[in-house]
């Protein structure tokens, strides 16, 4: 039992000469460091980093940091960025999905001819996303401002040959011509043409198509005579 307590003394006593070995190269590596005036290699020292943290820490300890911060601040303003694009662009499109489609109802006769321009009034609607087109009064009224585009058909049938083919329609905005289609003969019995165009829009400017006083359209039984229009893309009032 004695030498069992013997040795165990003999080796603690051991341990702490070792610790304190340890210790005191430990302090005398720092010390030459810290006392070294020579050039270094990574340009300088960080004594902390490189005794206490991990080994040749010196060089990059720093600028790694340095790296990083500046990596975060800069993703920080990258999202910020993109949040900011991301409610413009929620704001500027909100309801902006639009278009319609509609027709003129289907008629053996004729449609004119008038004393006056007559807007046309295509009653039979397909489509009106975005609620702008008005089938009674054959209108689209821009609910948002931006670029649009509009298609018009003009269709006429007199019957049989001989006959005049006497037709004339335009697309209209606020009043302004914008485009027509018209034809003007008697060679041809049945006759149809297309425009598309596109236009600049503010929020209630109205789009219409419009038959020619002394014009008239006939014999559309099925409803070729079309009239329709959608959003592109939309842009601020300002």
Known sequence: MLRMKTALYVAMALSLFSQAE??????????????????????????????RRQQSCCCVAQPLFDLEEATFIRMV???????????????????????????????SGCLGPFTSNVSISYQSVSLNQGNGYNPALGTFTAPHAGLYSFSFTA????????????QKMQ?????QLIASSWEDNREDS????????LLQLRRGCQVYVELMSGRQLCGDTQGQNTFSGYLVYPFSEQ
């Open 22 to 51: 340890a210790t005191a190269a430990f302090d005398l590596l720092l010390q030459t460091a810290v006392s070294y005036t020579g050039s270094l290699p990574c340009g300088g020292w960080d004594c902390e980093c490189a005794f």
């Open 77 to 107: 303003g990258l999202w910020e960025g993109l949040s900011h694009l991301n409610s413009q662009i929620e704001e500027l499109t909100a309801g902006c999905k639009i278009s319609f489609n509609a027709a003129m109802l289907p008629m």
């Open 155 to 166: 269709y006429s049938n007199v019957g049989s040959a001989g006959q005049r083919l006497y």
């Open 171 to 175: 697309l209209m905005k606020n009043g």
């Open 190 to 197: 049945e006759d149809s043409s297309s425009q598309t165009v």
